[in-house]
Each structure stands twice: as structure tokens, then as C-alpha cells.
């Protein structure tokens, strides 16, 4: 079942469950989401009233663009369970022959990649909600600056945590091709986080 269509306290549960999945990965993207609902609120709050009339075709674009990356975590935070259960399926792959030790390093090398590959689309994505915070916090509301700034911690909170699965997945990869080139995407995104993010948060604190 997904994170979608259970209730909150069902997930808590499974997370909470003594199984590795769902893990840090999934709560990362799931995190991710809710900051950027929290953007969405503060955008919405501004939308159609007096004194945000220069930021309504923002606060517009801001929404689309939201709801978007919203879904987009929320489809992350499953696919980056199954993602480490493809992993598990790897490891318990036979390998008494040389045969089966060759197709067994394969797919554990290729579950790797992509159990890499999903908490680094997280952290992008979540890099983008760290910019919609940034917009929300120029243009929504004023009297939800401080919903704008819980919106900016969580966002960097998740990006923290999917970079600690990109990371631990990249150290089991053989492909140092690979390797070099997704560890320059996850410094080149903690590097623009870690900017937005700063002048999100001036933003806000210059709100209160």
C-alpha cells in the first residue's frame, strides 16, 4: 500500500515497524512533501487579497509548480522503498556457482544505482521546494511567515537525509565513472540548498 492511501497513523506504524522499509529515504521525500503543502498554504493564504496584488502572478506560478513537486515526493517516498527491497531481493540471490555469483553482483550493482538514483531525484526535488519556501516567503502571506520558515527547515531537513541514502548507496557502487558523476550532482544541489536556504530563512526572520 502506498504512502497515499494510508492513514497517518498506519504509516507511522509500518515506519515505525521493526522492517527496513519504509526507512529514512521514504520519510526524507515524505518530509519534502509537507513542506511544500506548507508552502502551498502560505502561497494560498495571499491569493485574491488586498495588499498582494503585485504578487498574485507569482503566487499563481508558485502553486503550479507546487503541486507538482509535492506529488512528485510523495511518489518518492514509495519508490524509494521498493528501490531498497530491490536491493534485498539482490543480496538473497543465489551463489554457489561462478554463474550465479556474476548475475548476483550484477543486479546487487544495478539495485545499487538505483537505489542511489531515487533519494538524488529526492534531494533535487526537495531542493525545489527549498525555492518555492524562498517564493512563499517573499510573496504569500506575511501572518504565516512563520509556517513559510517551518516549510524552509523541513525542506533542508529532508535534503539532509535523502543525501545520507545517496551516499551510503554510492560506497557500494563499483562504476567510479558513475560514482564521480552523482557525487558532483549531490554537491552541486547541497551547495544551491544550502544558498536558498539561507535567504529564505532572512526572509522570513525579516517577516516576524
Known amino acids: 500500500m502506498g504512502v497515499k492511501d494510508q492513514t497517518v497513523e498506519a504509516y507511522l506504524a509500518s515506519v515505525a515497524a521493526g522492517t527496513p522499509t519504509p526507512g529514512g529515504g521514504s520519510v526524507s521525500a515524505l518530509v519534502g512533501a509537507l513542506a511544500v503543502a506548507l508552502t502551498r498554504m502560505v502561497g494560498g493564504l495571499a491569493v485574491g487579497k488586498k495588499g498582494y496584488e503585485g504578487s498574485q502572478e507569482p503566487l499563481r506560478g508558485l502553486e503550479e509548480r507546487a503541486e507538482s513537486v509535492q506529488r512528485r515526493l510523495v511518489a518518492l517516498a514509495d519508490e524509494d522503498s ?32 538505483h537505489a542511489t538514483e531515487v533519494p538524488l531525484e529526492t534531494v533535487e526535488r526537495c531542493v525545489e521546494a527549498l525555492e518555492l519556501a524562498r517564493q512563499a516567503a517573499e510573496h504569500g502571506n506575511r501572518g504565516a511567515s512563520t509556517d513559510c520558515g517551518v516549510a524552509v527547515l523541513l525542506a533542508e531537513a529532508s535534503i539532509r537525509g535523502a543525501s545520507l541514502n545517496v551516499r551510503v548507496n554510492l560506497a557500494s557502487l563499483k562504476d567510479e565513472a558513475y560514482r564521480a558523476l552523482a557525487e558532483a550532482r549531490l554537491e552541486a544541489e547541497l551547495a544551491q540548498a544550502q544558498t536558498i536556504g539561507h535567504e529564505a530563512m532572512a526572509l522570513v526572520e525579516g517577516r516576524i
Open 82 to 113: 521498493a528501490a531498497y527491497d530491490r536491493v534485498v531481493e539482490a543480496m538473497h540471490l543465489p551463489k554457489t556457482t561462478d554463474a550465479e555469483r556474476a548475475a548476483r553482483v550484477a543486479a546487487l550493482q544495478a539495485a545499487y544505482r
